[in-house]
T-cell receptor, first 115, second 115 residues
Framework: EPEVTQTPSHQVTQMGQEVILRCVPI?????FYWYRQILGQKVEFLVS????????KSEIFDDQFSVERPDGSNFTLKIRSTKLEDSAMYFC?????????????FGSGTQLSVL | AQSVAQPEDQVNVAEGNPLTVKCTYS??????LFWYVQYPNRGLQFLLK??????LVKGSYGFEAEFNKSQTSFHLKKPSALVSDSALYFC?????????????FGTGTQLKVEL
């Protein structure tokens, strides 16, 4: 089965630093997402992206966050100035809406630790 | 707004016994409902979905779920549990009518299957 690939698997950064989390969604998918999971808590929606623009975002996705699909294959999440509370597992996901599949494919995640 | 409740943090069951993991949902319109499973240090994997049609849906690894509109529930079931089913299970909902394209997840239920 095709996979969503995320890099790096772990990222450690100092508070206030910028981080970029990278994802390669499945090639024929049209919708792209970022979710995060703080340790022991539920999976939270951050942002969805379709047709080269943000289609929906949560309250968590403030001005410190941005997403980009720079080259038609990668999908990145940038956190401009990290805070301690940004420490979480970040999951990328993609979906192909043809045939109303509705099924999200998730990557294995990037564990972000902000010190 | 759309939401999901998973009332049990953990479910313990003996191998070979039937298992049920509970989920109730709230949406304004018609729900699309999903179950995902998460193994340690892995991303979420799709198990099954209800979009329309039969209320009983069958998914991967012998799991099934029953959509009950009057009770707004979508409980996950399996007739005979295996030790390898031990994992974290997430119920999710998307409002198909005006709810955007994000999935909202529950807090997760840890399933532990013992010999």
């Amino acid at each position: 089965e095709p996979e969503v690939t995320q890099t790096p698997s772990h990222q450690v950064t100092q508070m206030g630093q910028e981080v970029i989390l990278r994802c390669v969604p499945i090639s024929n998918h049209l919708y792209f997402y970022w979710y995060r999971q703080i340790l022991g808590q539920k999976v939270e929606f951050l942002v969805s992206f379709y047709n080269n623009e943000i289609s929906e975002k949560s309250e968590i996705f403030d001005d410190q966050f941005s997403v980009e699909r720079p080259d038609g294959s990668n999908f990145t999440l940038k956190i401009r100035s990290t805070k301690l509370e940004d420490s979480a597992m970040y999951f990328c996901a993609s979906r192909n809406d043809r045939g109303r599949q509705e099924k999200l494919f998730f990557g294995s995640g990037t564990q972000l630790s902000v010190l | 707004a759309q939401s999901v409740a998973q009332p049990e943090d953990q479910v313990n069951v003996a191998e070979g016994n039937p298992l049920t993991v509970k989920c109730t949902y709230s949406v304004s319109g018609n729900p699309y409902l999903f179950w995902y499973v998460q193994y340690p240090n892995r991303g979420l994997q799709f198990l099954l979905k209800y979009i329309t049609g039969d209320n009983l849906v069958k998914g991967s690894y012998g799991f099934e779920a029953e959509f009950n509109k009057s009770q707004t529930s979508f409980h996950l079931k399996k007739p005979s549990a295996l030790v390898s089913d031990s994992a974290l299970y997430f119920c999710a909902v998307r409002d198909s009518t005006g709810g955007g394209n994000k999935l909202t997840f529950g807090t997760g239920t840890q399933l532990k299957v013992e010999l």
